[in-house]
């Protein structure tokens, strides 16, 4: 069974840098073939799609996020690593990983961490 765990602080202040990460068990995150997402879901509002990492490590982001926003990961820990900087309020929302499978059909979600940005 795979399983994704995001994990990070709660509460992050305006002009800092948000750092989540997602703990996968279950499957490689090196498994040719499958990327692996962020999404987040601010308040009141849908989905909004972030960004992935290739299984080779390769990144893509949203264009409206490109500037901020980096993805690494950590192979011997089998974790995927978010990075926004100089967050804003409007970054407040619930984030989520997932693993994308082919034909891009997320097929397994975290189960989402909320963050709010407030000083």
């Known amino acids: 069974q795979v399983q994704l765990q995001e994990s990070g602080p709660g509460l992050v202040k305006p002009s800092q840098t948000l750092s989540l990460t997602c703990t996968v068990s279950?499957?490689?995150?090196?498994?040719?073939?499958?990327?692996w997402d962020w999404i987040r879901q601010p308040p009141g509002k849908g989905l909004e799609w972030l960004g992935y990492?290739?299984?080779?490590?390769?990144?893509y982001f949203s264009p409206s996020l490109k500037r901020h926003a980096s993805i690494f990961r950590d192979t011997s820990k089998n974790q995927f690593t978010l990075q926004l900087s100089s967050v804003t309020p409007e970054d407040t929302a619930v984030y989520f990983c997932?693993?994308?499978?082919?034909?891009?059909?997320?097929?397994?979600w975290g189960q989402g961490t909320q963050v709010t940005v407030s000083s």
């Open positions: 997932a693993r994308r499978a082919p034909k891009d059909e997320f097929d397994y």
């Open positions: 279950g499957a490689s995150i090196t498994t040719i073939n499958y990327y």
């Open positions: 990492i290739t299984n080779s490590g390769d990144t």
